[in-house]
T-cell receptor, first 114, second 113 residues
């Protein structure tokens, strides 16, 4: 079965640079979520999209932005990177219209900021 | 603000034991609760999803229960195996603006052969 795809899997950036993370949800899933997981921490919800519209917002810094495109893939744009942005970034997708809203996670993108 | 706590934070058991992991949440207005496992440095694997109207779900050796009124869920693992060693996370999806999800603090399980 198709799973959530994230790219790149690993990313190394310098401070103050920008980064773009991509997420391709499971086919026919209409909702995408982004999470940040720091070392030894539980995942923190950043933002979600339903049918290409932002539906909820968590602890996402103003330096970050995200959007969902017409093909339902989503991108998380991170600017003015800081050392503290180093983390695993997960994308999850769900089929909200099914009524279950079960989330399926991608493998994550490991971002290292030097 | 929803807060989700998991007890214990770490657990070490011999192979073959049955065990219970606990998840508590402060806001009972939930849409669903989902249990995940996470291996070190890896993604999250969905184990069980319980809708707010359900009391329990079972999959193989796993059984998850939900008591919304008391703000609790338990994950029961029968006949534990070394391959069950991982961190187990519960995640609560709130029902108002219900796509916001709060993760618990996790239970790190080690099953000793």
């Amino acid at each position: 079965a198709a799973g959530v795809i994230q790219s790149p899997r690993h990313l190394i950036k310098e401070k103050r640079e920008t980064a773009t993370l991509k997420c391709y949800p499971i086919p026919r899933h209409d909702t995408v979520y982004w999470y940040q997981q720091g070392p030894g921490q539980d995942p923190q919800f950043l933002i979600s999209f339903y049918e290409k519209m932002q539906s909820d917002k968590g602890s996402i810094p103003d330096r970050f932005s995200a959007q969902q495109f017409s093909d339902y893939h989503s991108e998380l744009n991170m600017s003015s990177l800081e050392l503290g942005d180093s983390a695993l970034y997960f994308c999850a997708s769900s089929g909200r219209s099914t009524g279950r809203n079960e989330q399926f996670f991608g493998p994550g993108t490991r971002l290292t900021v030097l | 603000k929803q807060e989700v706590t998991q007890i214990p934070a770490a657990l070490s058991v011999p192979e073959g034991e049955n065990l219970v992991l606990n998840c508590s949440f402060t806001d009972s207005a939930i849409y669903n609760l989902q249990w995940f496992r996470q291996d070190p440095g890896k993604g999250l694997t969905s184990l069980l999803l319980i809708q707010s109207s359900q009391r329990e779900q079972t999959s193989g050796r796993l059984n998850a229960s939900l008591d919304k009124s008391s703000g609790r869920s338990t994950l029961y693992i029968a006949a534990s195996q070394p391959g069950d060693s991982a961190t187990y996370l519960c995640a609560v999806m709130n029902s108002g603006g219900y796509q916001k999800v709060t993760f618990g603090t996790g239970t790190k399980l080690q099953v000793i052969p």
